[in-house]
């Protein structure tokens, strides 16, 4: 595997459910993104994670959980989503945190029923 | 704060020919970096081309070119030779550190055989 992967590439989920979306790099970058591309909107940035450590949360709602176990691996926990949570979930990661070039994940298509 | 403007929701060129993509930006940061990225229907993220702002000469890479014009704070994409390829989603986004990356809405580009 090379780049940045992230499992599953669909998932469909009730708003009781508890699931989570998984990120990998391979490309041996110290930071790491999770954003939100909902339709007719403009990307989100939810978390930002340098050397496994959360360094930026733009105000997303506790639903949603983050978890950076080491510096190739990206979490994000969802309990209780709500329809509006829809999305394309996109993760990212750069050579060192704040870099503009980042490679993305093909992301994971969520939808709340 | 940062802002993306992207004002063409979608555009269609012929294949061989130019296209210039639209973006404007706004922000009080006197060093910032601006870059594209572009989405195919698989819903990766590309990176294209990055531009400082303090960079003297505009960015190229390959067939994409960067048209920045600081004072009118724009920073058009240009891509030279259309291919079928090119079909995708195109975004604006600005970096002024601190992990702020803003992207704009996008421009659909249809490329026509």
């Known amino acids: 595997e090379t780049g940045v992967t992230q499992t599953p590439r669909h998932l469909v989920m009730g708003m009781t459910n508890k699931k989570s979306l998984k990120c990998e790099q391979h490309?041996?970058?110290?930071?790491m993104y999770w954003y939100k591309q909902s339709a007719k909107k403009p990307l989100e940035l939810m978390f930002v994670?340098?050397?496994?450590?959360?360094?930026e949360n733009n105000s997303v709602p506790s639903r949603f959980s983050p978890e950076c176990p080491n510096s190739s691996h990206l979490f994000l926990h969802l309990h209780t989503l709500q329809p509006e949570d829809s999305a394309l979930y996109l993760c990212a990661s750069s050579q060192a945190p704040g870099d503009s070039e980042q490679y993305f994940g093909p992301g994971t298509r969520l939808t709340v029923t | 704060a940062q802002k993306i403007t992207q004002t063409q929701p979608g555009m269609f060129v012929q294949e061989k020919e130019a296209v210039t993509l639209d973006c404007t930006y706004d922000?009080?940061?006197?060093?910032?970096?601006l870059f594209w990225y572009k989405q195919p229907s698989s819903g990766e993220m590309i990176f294209l081309i990055y531009?400082?702002?303090?960079?003297?000469q505009n960015a190229t890479e390959g067939r994409y070119s960067l048209n920045f014009q600081k004072a009118r704070k724009s920073a058009n994409l240009v891509i030279s030779a259309s291919q079928l390829g090119d079909s995708a989603m195109y975004f604006c986004a600005i970096d002024t550190g601190g992990f702020k990356t803003i992207f704009g809405a996008g421009t659909r580009l249809f490329v026509k055989a």
């Open positions: 490309l041996g970058h110290n930071a």
């Open positions: 922000t009080s940061d006197p060093s910032y970096g």
């Open positions: 994670y340098s050397l496994e450590e959360r360094v």
């Open positions: 531009q400082g702002s303090y960079d003297q």
